[in-house]
């Protein structure tokens, strides 16, 4: 049993149990989320997609800020003495799926 869920813009496939990393969510620790935004339902080979599926995921927020990896971006021009240097780090959620349903 698995499904694809659209959550921050952003398509993840889940299944019950499996904790992953989100874009940054609002709550806090414990929380549950739902997410009605299902675009694939598949129950044991039965397949439903886009429109008719009438499933919600829940979840539980394990960690409500982590930080993901420096991204720097650098822009220089050769010979007329332009540096930029921009950071940033973006913020995820980490999420447990307790179940479909």
Do not use: C, W
Not at 53 to 75: D, M, P, R, Y
Not at 82 to 95: A, P
Request: aromatic share 6%; net charge positive.
């Amino acid at each position: 049993m698995f499904a694809i869920v659209k959550i921050a813009g952003q398509q993840f496939k889940v299944t019950p149990g499996q904790s992953l990393y989100v874009p940054h969510l609002a709550g806090k620790q414990g929380d549950e989320v739902e997410f009605s935004e299902v675009l694939l339902h598949d129950n044991d080979g039965k397949i439903s997609i886009g429109g008719d599926t009438s499933v919600k995921v829940k979840a539980e927020i394990l960690n409500e800020l982590v930080k993901g990896e420096k991204v720097i971006a650098f822009k220089m021009k050769r010979r007329k003495g332009f540096r930029k240097k921009h950071g940033h780090r973006t913020q995820y959620t980490h999420i447990k799926v307790t179940g479909i349903a």
